[in-house]
């Protein structure tokens, strides 16, 4: 899905910007032209920033590592962890990347209520539940993953 979309957005945006600009007289102004290819650009860029490469379990915290900064989910309060495949399965996105390098973002679905996403693979997911939240995540190996931070 990421290659596909990446490759989407660059295609367009070299169409966009290969197309000449439309004269002054009419048709679409060069900077609604020039900024939709920017805008599409500046997708794939925000994208991947926003990628997920791993998480770290440390005594008081699970750390999401992005791109440039790491997101901390804090172990207090977790109730659970459990290893749940397909968890997003029917979600829908409320606000976020939904696919584009990661899946990242505020969700929902009938099963999990409202939850936030930092996955990369939809099937192994593990499912983080506070008592006012619940978070998924996507651990390369989801069983280890949990034994770790509820053992």
């Known amino acids: 899905m990421s290659l596909l979309s990446v490759m989407v957005c660059v295609v367009a945006s070299v169409s966009l910007w290969m197309i000449p600009h439309p004269p002054a007289s009419g048709g679409i102004p060069f900077f609604l032209h020039d900024g939709a290819a920017g805008l599409l650009l500046t997708l794939v860029f925000g994208a991947v920033l926003f990628t997920i490469r791993a998480y770290t379990i440390t005594p ?78 996507s651990p390369d190996n989801a069983e280890e993953f949990v034994r770790e931070l509820m053992g």
């Not at 996403?117 to 539940?129: D, E, G, K, P, Q």
């Open 60 to 137: 008081d915290a699970i750390l999401v590592h992005r791109l440039l900064w790491d997101t901390r989910l804090p172990r207090e309060g977790l109730l659970s962890a459990t290893r749940e495949t397909q968890a997003m399965e029917g979600s829908l996105k409320l606000f976020g990347n939904g696919g584009m390098f990661s899946f990242t973002g505020w969700f929902w679905s009938k099963r999990l209520g409202r939850f936030r996403a930092y996955a990369t693979n939809l099937n192994c997911t593990v499912v983080l539940r506070w008592e006012k939240r619940t978070a998924v995540v």
